[in-house]
């Protein structure tokens, strides 16, 4: 399994990606919305970042073991 290449934690269950970061924002991809579920992380289909919930059954340090989980999607 591939790690995600950035962990973000977030203190809402609604968050939007753009892939920027280091990089200006017209060089990332569309902006996205994304809704953290009862799992408690979410991954970008873009740019493969993971948005955890502080808090949540997720904010702990395997949670880069976790199966990657889109917006929407279930186990």
């Known amino acids: 399994m591939i790690q995600p290449p950035e962990i973000i934690r977030v203190s809402k269950p609604?968050?939007?990606?753009d892939g920027s970061g280091?990089?200006?924002?017209?060089?990332g991809h569309p902006?996205?919305?994304?809704?953290?579920?009862?799992?408690?992380?979410?991954?970008c289909g873009y740019c493969d970042r993971r948005f955890v919930l502080?808090?949540?059954?997720?904010?702990?340090?395997?949670?880069?073991t976790k199966?990657?989980?889109?917006?929407?999607?279930?186990?």
């Open 31 to 43: 902006r996205v919305f994304l809704e953290i579920d009862e799992h408690g992380y979410v991954d």
């Open 67 to 75: 199966p990657d989980i889109a917006s929407g999607a279930s186990l």
């Open 54 to 64: 502080i808090g949540s059954v997720a904010d702990t340090p395997d949670v880069v």
């Open 22 to 27: 280091d990089i200006p924002a017209a060089l």
């Open 14 to 17: 609604r968050v939007s990606c």
